[in-house]
């Protein structure tokens, strides 16, 4: 016989040791929607709302708003936006049901369910986890992408949109027309200075409509700035299997986190908001320290892990940080090339954040597989890698160690080319490019990095045309080719610099 599945009727049956929401949910009233509602949403912004539901009972309930697969009708839905977010730090669980999403809406097919949630006077903040490429912006400018094919056919029908930028345009003109009341747009996708790049797309899409809709959005609609982080892997049916096993009860959306959490919000809003920093939050009045720091330091290390971990045969980052070699090199890169390329952050210590940051990646019961954090790479790499190259190179550092996790991403979308046998299957918008440029030359590193280097959509021009970053590129991408990747980091990590751009024999 199957376990009773989580429901509102379920909560007071449950295990005196799974936390319970502590406020009446039936009062609850939307106020706040959020699009993309995956796994990271639920452990972060949907907690601290929790927590916050719980302090100082305010109706912010959320109404959660997909865009894109997966469907929430059949999880989420059918639990009433119920479910338990477990914390794991090694041998350790904690498990809590979280109450603040009040209903759930599935629009991948058609935006009118999304638009009738944006558009709705009751919602006074909109908060969204779209992943990188959602935005349809180009990573090395910021800017909206007005050839990508989304954009193409919201412009062309603006009342049916298909993209973010073309839906929240669209919301936005629906308020405008009835009246309605001011609106905070709040990023919280890992992108620097992802509110001026969420303004940038929504503005320059209404600007394309025309009307006095980028008039409006002037007056009415404020685009904070925030950094978040906490890790959370991809849920697994191991982890909804051992929700039932420990706690007797089925949950369908069982999402997995680490104890840690940050949340930094830009003081700047549009009309009421949630006081999220009653509850652990920090509102700010400059975010790009704090986002820098995380980008740079801990998204810096978990992409260069993730390259590095896969063309050493590592599956998770945990195992990745069990290398020595591995983990020497991380921090080496993180404390010589990477430290000194950011501003003091109040209240914190950098080499400290280095060390709390490393620590967090060797939890063994996060088990974050390398290939999910290596997807959309193309999407990561410009704030995690290549400013911090490009901010070395302007002061004269060196950038060996930087160049080798860059290399590592170029590697990793070469070898799943027909070239290289199709070693793993990856997710990356320029996947197919880079495919293709691999299997038109092949094992020549100097001129697939040529090719690479000129897609500028991902490297700006300057930086690929300077003679230092193109030598450790080509050095590094010719060893992580190799026989001997593992053999090339280690001479890397070993130096000097002459040794650093000595490259091992290509494999064919």
């Known amino acids: 016989m199957s376990a009773e599945k989580l429901s509102p009727a379920l909560l007071g049956r449950l295990p005196s040791e799974v936390r319970k929401p502590a406020y009446d949910r039936a009062a609850l009233k939307p106020g706040i929607a959020h699009i993309g509602v995956g796994a990271f949403h639920r452990c972060h912004q949907a907690e601290y709302t929790d927590d916050l539901l719980a302090k100082d009972f305010d109706r912010w309930g959320l109404v959660g708003i997909n865009i894109r697969p997966p469907l929430l009708a059949g999880t989420l839905g059918r639990q009433s936006g119920l479910y338990t977010r477990l914390i794991r730090q090694n041998d350790e669980v904690e498990a809590r049901v979280i109450g603040s ?17 944006l558009a709705s006077a009751d919602i006074q903040m909109v908060t969204m986890t779209v992943t990188e490429k959602g935005y349809c912006h180009i990573p090395s400018s910021g800017a909206l992408d007005l050839d990508h094919p989304d954009i193409v056919h919201d412009l062309a029908n603006p009342e049916t949109p298909r993209s973010v930028p073309g839906i929240l345009a669209r919301a936005l003109e629906l308020r405008m027309a009835r009246q309605g009341r001011p609106v905070t747009l709040l990023s919280c996708d890992n992108i620097p200075a992802n509110g001026i790049i969420l303004s940038n797309v929504v503005r320059t899409f209404a600007e394309r409509r025309g009307g006095k809709l980028a008039d409006w959005i002037e007056a009415n609609v404020a685009f904070p700035a925030a950094m978040v982080d906490r890790i959370v892997p991809a849920t697994t049916e191991a982890d909804i299997d ?18 840690f959490r940050q949340w930094v919000i830009e003081n700047r809003f549009a009309g009421r ?16 320290p704090f986002e820098h720091l995380k980008m740079r330091v801990l998204n810096g290390a978990q992409t260069t892990l993730s390259y590095l ?20 090199f991380v921090r080496r890169m993180l404390t010589e090339e990477t430290l000194p390329t950011l501003t003091p952050v109040p209240g914190i210590q950098p080499a400290a954040y280095v060390e709390q940051s490393l620590s967090r990646l060797t939890n063994t019961a996060i088990r974050h597989r390398n290939h999910q954090i290596a997807t959309d790479g193309s999407q990561k790499i410009v704030q995690r890698l290549l400013n911090p190259i490009r901010d070395r190179l302007a002061k004269g550092g060196d950038i060996a160690l930087l160049s080798v996790a860059v290399a590592g991403w170029m590697a990793y979308l070469i070898k799943a080319s027909a070239r290289f046998g199709r070693a793993w299957q990856v997710s990356d918008p320029f996947a197919d490019k880079i495919a293709a440029i691999a299997d038109r030359i092949g094992t020549d590193s100097k001129a697939l990095v040529d090719s690479i280097l000129a897609i500028d959509a991902i490297f700006d021009p300057a930086l690929a045309a300077n003679a230092t970053f193109r030598a450790h590129i080509i050095a590094g991408l010719g060893g992580l080719l190799s026989n001997d ?24």
């Open 101 to 117: 999403i009040v209903r759930v809406v599935d629009s991948q097919d058609s935006a009118a369910p999304a638009l009738d949630v």
């Open 242 to 259: 051992a929700v039932e096993q420990r706690f007797g009860y089925r949950d369908g959306a069982v999402v997995v986190g680490e104890r």
């Open 273 to 288: 908001v949630p006081r999220w920093d009653l509850v652990g939050a920090t509102f700010v009045d400059d975010v790009t």
């Open 309 to 328: 971990g896969v063309l050493g045969g590592f599956e998770h980052t945990f195992e990745t940080m069990a290398n020595p070699l591995l983990a020497r």
């Open 485 to 508: 990747p593992m053999g090339f980091v280690g001479q890397v990590c070993a130096g000097p610099t002459d040794a650093r751009l000595k490259q091992p024999t290509r494999s064919a």
